[in-house]
């Protein structure tokens, strides 16, 4: 199995703009989940998926953040428009089941935002 | 609200030394609790994962970690640290009464000196 898939894996941007990120979870896993890790704050869940539903966006810091599972191997995350604090390393994992069993994390897109 | 804390955020160890990681965490009830590692670099990893059964869990590389229920805790330890240890260690938690969403620890990052 080729793990989970993380495009793009280096993204810089300039303020304003709009960035997606994009994940590809491992065949046959249900729960998929976005994180950011930065320095400042750690390793934050910013919103999962079960069966391609939103269960929780507690985590989205604001309006800007938007994220889509159109289908069961295929999600985004989007940032519009983008702000120099958004730059971190976006995460993303997936899992079997309804998020209880280990999850399995992407490589991560490192983001900057100029 | 439910939380995980680990005590250390910076160890720093030789060769050779002993390691202890301490995990707390605030859920009551039945829990499902994990170590991840990440490598400079690299992504989240899964270190070793308790369910249920024997409290004392045996994981890769020589680690293990022991679930203490009436303590509230999940502490990593390996007697001997080797330098391909240097990374940053994560507990994480989910349980039944927070909708079995998986909170992660702030992380320790370990280093260890050759």
């Known amino acids: 199995d080729a793990g989970v898939i993380q495009s793009p894996r280096h993204e810089v941007t300039e303020m304003g703009q709009e960035v997606t990120l994009r994940c590809k979870p491992i065949?046959?896993?249900?729960?998929l989940f976005w994180y950011r890790q930065t320095m400042m704050r750690g390793l934050e869940l910013l919103i999962y998926?079960?069966?391609?539903?939103?269960?929780?966006d507690s985590g989205m810091p604001e309006d800007r953040f938007s994220a889509k599972m159109p289908n069961a191997s295929f999600s985004t995350l989007k940032i519009q428009p983008s702000e120099p604090r958004d730059s971190a390393v976006y995460f993303c994992?997936?899992?079997?089941?309804?998020?209880?069993?280990?999850?399995?994390f992407g490589p991560g897109t490192r983001l900057t935002v100029l | 609200a439910q939380s995980v804390s680990q005590h250390n955020h910076h160890v720093i160890l030789s060769e050779a030394a002993s390691l202890e990681l301490g995990c707390n965490y605030s859920?009551?009830?039945?829990?499902?609790l994990f170590w991840y590692v990440q490598y400079p670099g690299q992504h989240l990893q899964l270190l070793l994962k308790?369910?249920?059964?024997?409290?004392l869990v045996k994981g890769i590389k020589g680690f293990e970690a022991e679930f203490i229920k009436s303590k509230f805790s999940f502490n990593l330890r390996k007697p001997s640290v080797q330098w391909s240890d240097t990374a940053e260690y994560f507990c994480?938690?989910?349980?039944?009464?927070?909708?079995?969403?998986?909170?992660f620890g702030a992380g320790t990052r370990l280093f260890v000196k050759a």
């Open positions: 994992a997936s899992s079997l089941g309804t998020g209880v069993n280990e999850q399995f």
């Open positions: 065949s046959g896993h249900n729960s």
């Open positions: 998926f079960n069966n391609n539903v939103p269960i929780d």
């Open positions: 859920y009551g009830g039945t829990v499902n």
């Open positions: 308790y369910f249920s059964g024997d409290p």
């Open positions: 994480a938690v989910n349980a039944l009464t927070g909708g079995f969403k998986t909170i």
